[in-house]
């Protein structure tokens, strides 16, 4: 089959004026490149000639979430569609005025799902507000007023995490929509961490309403000890998550500018278009497009 040539949504990408008191975390070691203002401006200049329509701003641990939407909304207003079609915003998910802070972000702009970041490793660093949130019983509980709200919920975490994210979500509704984040992490360095990533993903897609982002890859630096991934790297990854969720339930994303300091957004989805090549025209579709289109209310774009 040939490379996909049709158009690109890009479901998780960041934008944010850079300000070291909204974004405490960026002056941890290593965020350097990013301490400075990442606008739709950016974005369309780091995409180059691919032919993305539009992309899903996440949010990116604010410490003010309400002005961080309204930033997107008026970088939406510059960008002639590219960004702020739908927007992830932040907020506490076992905070007692959850629905308060939800009504907010509805009135700042076109918010279509939380992401309250569970992701946590022992010694750190990290960005997760504590180590134990999806132990909470009002965690559960923002899970099922999203589900009420027909919000996705996105789930950022780390492999050793899969199997209790799953046993979460077999008690949350039936309806609520998730998204996992960065491919859930695949970072093993070893044959039996790989297998505990594959088999935790494998018991997540078992939950017909969870999908996952194919993003954030740099991870694969943990796993292969090297600075940036091969295009056989990537089938390691690709390969499973097709075969547990199918292209339906699977999409394509750059983490742009996070991802830019290992690889490009260019050459990220150049690789992704190299991987899989070898797909239906209609699964590759699915994950540069279509999956995207239906998880963030996009299908208008084309």
Same mark, same amino acid.
């Given at each position: 089959?040939?490379?996909?040539?049709?158009?690109?949504?890009?479901?998780?990408?960041?934008?944010?004026?850079? /300000?070291? #008191?909204?974004?405490?975390?960026?002056?941890?070691?290593?965020?350097?490149?990013?301490?400075?203002?990442?606008?739709?401006?950016?974005?369309?200049?780091?995409?180059?000639?691919?032919?993305?329509?539009?992309?899903?701003?996440?949010?990116?641990?604010?410490? *003010?979430?309400?002005?961080?939407?309204?930033?997107?909304?008026?970088?939406?207003?510059?960008?002639? +569609?590219?960004? +702020?079609?739908?927007?992830?915003?932040?907020?506490?998910?076992?905070?007692?005025?959850?629905?308060?802070?939800?009504?907010?972000?509805?009135? &700042?702009?076109?918010?279509? $799902?939380?992401?309250?970041?569970?992701?946590?490793?022992? $010694?750190?660093?990290?960005? #997760?507000?504590?180590?134990?949130?999806?132990?909470?019983?009002?965690?559960?509980? +923002?899970?099922?007023?999203?589900?009420?709200?027909?919000?996705?919920?996105?789930?950022?975490?780390?492999?050793?995490?899969?199997? /209790?994210?799953?046993?979460?979500?077999?008690?949350?509704?039936?309806?609520?929509?998730?998204?996992?984040?960065?491919?859930?992490?695949?970072?093993?360095? *070893?044959?039996? %961490?790989?297998?505990?990533?594959?088999?935790?993903?494998?018991?997540?897609?078992?939950?017909?309403?969870?999908?996952?982002?194919?993003?954030?890859?740099?991870?694969?630096?943990?796993?292969?000890?090297?600075?940036?991934?091969?295009?056989?790297?990537?089938?390691?990854?690709?390969?499973?998550?097709?075969?547990?969720? %199918?292209?339906?339930?699977? &999409?394509?994303?750059? *983490?742009?500018?996070?991802?830019?300091?290992?690889?490009?957004?260019?050459?990220?989805?150049?690789?992704?278009?190299?991987?899989?090549?070898?797909?239906?025209?209609?699964?590759?579709?699915?994950?540069?497009?279509?999956?995207?289109?239906?998880?963030? %209310?996009?299908? +208008?774009?084309?």
């Amino acid at each position: 089959m040939p490379r996909y040539t049709g158009p690109i949504l890009d479901p998780h990408i960041h934008l944010y004026r850079y /300000d070291p #008191s909204r974004y405490p975390w960026l002056s941890a070691p290593g965020f350097e490149p990013l301490r400075r203002d990442h606008l739709a401006a950016d974005y369309r200049a780091a995409i180059g000639d691919l032919p993305i329509r539009a992309a899903v701003v996440i949010e990116a641990v604010p410490t *003010d979430p309400v002005a961080e939407v309204a930033t997107v909304v008026m970088e939406a207003a510059a960008s002639g +569609g590219l960004v +702020g079609g739908a927007v992830v915003g932040h907020a506490p998910l076992d905070a007692p005025d959850l629905p308060n802070r939800l009504d907010r972000l509805a009135q &700042a702009g076109p918010v279509v $799902g939380i992401r309250d970041i569970v992701s946590h490793r022992p $010694g750190g660093p990290n960005v #997760s507000r504590s180590a134990d949130l999806m132990a909470r019983p009002r965690f559960l509980d +923002g899970l099922r007023i999203l589900a009420a709200r027909d919000w996705l919920f996105e789930l950022m975490l780390l492999p050793r995490q899969l199997a /209790d994210a799953a046993a979460l979500l077999a008690r949350a509704p039936e309806s609520l929509r998730v998204v996992v984040n960065h491919a859930g992490s695949p970072e093993a360095r *070893d044959a039996d %961490g790989f297998t505990r990533w594959r088999d935790g993903m494998a018991a997540l897609a078992r939950l017909p309403a969870v999908s996952v982002k194919l993003s954030a890859l740099q991870c694969l630096e943990t796993r292969f000890g090297t600075p940036a991934w091969h295009v056989g790297d990537l089938h390691a990854v690709v390969e499973p998550l097709l075969a547990a969720f %199918g292209a339906d339930r699977c &999409a394509f994303a750059s *983490d742009w500018p996070v991802h830019d300091r290992t690889v490009r957004l260019v050459q990220a989805f150049d690789d992704f278009l190299t991987v899989t090549a070898g797909l239906s025209p209609a699964e590759q579709r699915a994950l540069f497009h279509d999956t995207a289109a239906r998880l963030y %209310g996009l299908a +208008g774009i084309r």
